[in-house]
T-cell receptor, first 114, second 117 residues
């Protein structure tokens, strides 16, 4: 079956540090890949997505590149802010399969200290 | 317009009782999804509806769980004879449609936090 593996947290960084959160996947079809973010007390929000190999998704200074050869979709940001503190989920979906249900990683809790 | 709403936001119940969780999707969204977020399991996909139909119920954790959707809008997730391991946040999401050739973004509600004592 499909699965997503992402680095366990919490990840604690200082403001303006460089961020990488690793994500790798296995999928039976050709998946679309996503990063979702859950800020404290809020619901899940789509942060960025990529639907085919070598696509780069980007939003709010975050980027992730769909690497088919390494089955990875690592999330990066050049300079994090305190407001980026949240839980980040890597996810995949195989379009056309009928359900489009998302398969999520377990989430990485990111803490940014001033 | 309004986003996905869920009620109640918090529910505390005693082991063995039944609970109903409600989801109101975004107006016009035909597809609706239920997920469960728990400490040990992360986010699990439970079931989806296209219109009022749920083609695949295999993601439901046990036969104590059931879900229905009426009028192509509101959905309820019912858990019978609740157990402590059912404690989790239950998330609902909706999207315009499902099963097409490209992904339609899922919009999530704030969730219902269920605590079974």
């Amino acid at each position: 079956g499909d699965s997503v593996t992402q680095m366990e947290g919490p990840v604690t960084l200082s403001e303006e540090a460089f961020l990488t959160i690793n994500c790798t996947y296995t999928a039976t079809g050709y998946p679309s890949l996503f990063w979702y973010v859950q800020y404290p007390g809020e619901g899940l929000q789509l942060l960025l997505k990529a639907t085919k190999a070598d696509d780069k998704g980007s939003n709010k200074g975050f980027e992730a590149t769909y690497r088919k050869e390494t089955t990875s979709f690592h999330l990066e940001k050049g300079s994090v802010q305190v407001s980026d503190s949240a839980v980040y989920f890597c996810a995949l979906s195989v379009p056309g399969g009928g359900a489009d249900g998302l398969t999520f990683g377990k989430g990485t809790h990111l803490i940014i200290q001033p | 317009g309004a986003g996905v709403s869920q009620s109640p936001s918090n529910k505390v119940t005693e082991k063995g009782k039944d609970v109903e969780l409600r989801c109101d999707p975004i107006s016009g969204h035909t597809a609706l999804y239920w997920y469960r977020q728990s400490l040990g399991q992360g986010l699990e996909f439970l079931i989806y509806f296209q219109g009022n139909s749920a083609p695949d119920k295999s993601g439901l954790p046990s036969d104590r769980f059931s879900a229905e959707r009426t009028g192509g809008s509101v959905s309820t997730l019912t858990i019978q004879r609740t157990q402590q391991e059912d404690s989790a946040v239950y998330l609902c999401a909706s999207t315009l449609t499902s099963g097409g050739p490209s992904y339609n973004e899922q919009f999530f509600g704030p969730g219902t936090r269920l605590t079974v004592l």
